[in-house]
Structures are given as C-alpha cells and as structure tokens.
Nanobody, 121 residues
C-alpha cells in the first residue's frame, strides 16, 4: 500500500516557524509532483504550495515570501517550511502527491492524513 504521512504540526506563536514533512510510506518508491493544502474550520481546502516533479515551485499569494516547499534528494519526502506564521495560517495541512510505487505503478493525487497547525499567542 502506498501512502503519504504528514508530520511536524503543532502549536506556535505568531511570528514563529514550523516545518512540515510529507513522507512516502509503505510500498512507495518516490514522490513526484506534490501540493500542500490547508483547510481551516468552515472553509474549503485550498492549495498553498506546490512542487513539480522537476522541482519548480509555486505559492499562493497569502504565503509567498513566508513558506518554502522543497523535496529531499531521495525524492521520498517533501517539506513545507513555514516562517513568520500568522493567526490566519491556522488550519489542518495536507499533502497530495503523485507516487511511484515499488511495483512501478503511478498512484496519482494521493492524500496524506493531515497535520494540525495552530498559531496562537
């Protein structure tokens, strides 16, 4: 079974930083294009950052200059570095990636389980 597992969420004060991880797990060989999404209470899930299989990145306007998405050299983990956090960044953060399984098959748009980020003083 191929899956993504997020970690790194928690409680942080405004202006603080967190780094989220999205790790391939199970019978997964590598991660391709991956997006980080967030969903605040009462709001729709929204894309905040994306990294393509070639490494190009894009960000939502609300996080530009504060968030950085990256992928490790083994292409098994994608990170979201979040700096200068604001109250409005509070949400459950999810990653969604295209996975290559150890069986050689592609598993597109696989979701992780989510990790809670709370920005509070």
């Amino acid at each position: 079974q191929v899956q993504l597992v997020e970690s790194g969420g928690g409680l942080v004060q405004p202006g603080g930083s967190l780094r989220l991880s999205c790790a391939a797990s199970g019978a997964t060989f590598s991660i391709g294009q991956t997006g980080w999404y967030r969903q605040a209470p009462g709001k729709q899930r929204a894309l905040v950052a994306i990294i393509s299989s070639s490494g190009s990145v894009n960000y939502a306007d609300s996080v530009k200059g504060r968030f950085t998405v990256s992928r490790d050299d083994t292409k098994t983990t994608v990170y979201l570095q979040m700096d200068s956090l604001k109250f409005e960044d509070t949400a459950v953060y999810y990653c969604n990636g295209d996975l290559r399984g150890s069986d050689g098959r592609m598993y597109f748009h696989t979701w992780g389980q989510g990790t809670q980020v709370t920005v509070s003083s």
